[in-house]
């Protein structure tokens, strides 16, 4: 079940002796600032409005992990991530070398220090990707290349590799793909895997199911394909894309199945950043 999020900020507020003028005071001064709803016991999972790019934010009372950095002709990543007052990053995750999912990586990991980086192990010949490899070789950076069946538990979090199963030189089908718990409440996110890889995580026998799916490659139709998408059985849908991009991106096809499978979808061209708030039990929906 999920619901306006707003609703438990509230609450929130009020059990912890927060006065109706105080609320009202709060709610009038934060109006360019995000004010996490994390409290104890709570986590949130943000997929925040790059444009036409990915980034995903989860923060715990334990961890912050980062899933892409944007565009590499934008900087919207940078202000998205002051909004949730993020200081510092524990584990970067980059799906794919592709420019709009790596563009700020190199800056992130010069600004936020994170303890660990998860790549792919693909290459790519931008310049994008150059600077990346140069940060990762000066900085004391952990680096992992994570595959199918691993499974890592950071901090109050627990992450089930799914994808890649080992390098096929397709840069959207070796996307690292994971499911992410926090408690009982999951989520699933595949980077831009499209249909082939979809079918291999089907074939391995893995547990898809999740309550929540970040769409993949930006609600493309060479991805989400019906059998994927029935065995993640999701409540609710997020994808991102920019707004009036030049792919047409959530596709028409995706958009229609999401409906004849009675998931709720989201996305951040048309609702801004999508924020979700879980006690580990149920989760709620709100967005900016």
């Known amino acids: 079940m999920y619901k306006n999020v707003w609703l438990a900020m509230v609450m929130a507020l009020f059990l912890g002796g927060c006065s109706l003028e105080e609320l009202e005071r709060i709610v009038t001064t934060t109006t360019k600032q995000i004010q996490s709803p994390i409290v104890e016991g709570e986590a949130m999972i943000?997929?925040?409005?790059?444009?036409?790019?990915?980034?995903?934010?989860?923060?715990?009372?334990?961890v912050t992990i980062l899933i892409d950095t944007g565009r590499h002709d934008s900087e919207l990543i940078f202000s998205r991530l002051e909004e949730f007052n993020v200081?510092?990053?524990?584990l970067l995750v980059l799906t794919h070398p592709h420019a709009d999912h790596i563009g700020n990586a190199d800056r992130v990991i010069e600004q936020y220090e994170p303890n660990e980086v998860w790549i792919d192990g693909n290459e790519a010949t931008s310049r994008t990707f150059e600077r990346l490899i140069d940060v990762l070789l000066e900085s004391e950076v952990t680096v992992n290349e994570p595959r199918a069946g691993?499974?890592?538990e950071v901090g109050d979090i627990l992450i089930d590799v799914l994808s890649p199963f080992e390098l096929t030189g397709n840069l959207n089908d070796d996307s690292i793909s994971m499911r992410i718990t926090y408690g009982d409440v999951r989520l699933l996110t595949t980077g831009d895997?499209?249909?082939r890889s979809e079918m291999k995580m089907l074939e391995s026998g893995s547990d898809l199911a999740a309550d929540i799916y970040k769409v993949g490659h930006h609600g493309s139709s060479t991805s989400n394909t019906k059998e994927f998408?029935?065995?993640?059985?999701?409540?609710?849908?997020?994808?991102?894309?920019?707004?009036?991009n030049q792919y047409g991106h959530p596709h028409r096809e995706v958009i229609a199945l999401t409906e004849q499978l009675g998931i709720d979808m989201y996305g951040t061209s048309e609702h801004g950043t999508v924020i979700i708030a879980t006690d580990g039990e149920t989760f709620e929906l709100s967005y900016k």
Request: aromatic fraction near 6%; glycine fraction near 6%; proline fraction near 2%.
């Open 46 to 62: 943000a997929f925040l409005d790059v444009g036409q790019g990915d980034s995903t934010l989860i923060q715990s009372e334990q």
């Open 87 to 90: 200081d510092s990053i524990d």
């Open 150 to 152: 691993e499974s890592y």
């Open 193 to 195: 895997a499209e249909r």
């Open 229 to 244: 998408v029935q065995a993640i059985s999701p409540e609710v849908a997020i994808y991102s894309a920019g707004k009036d």
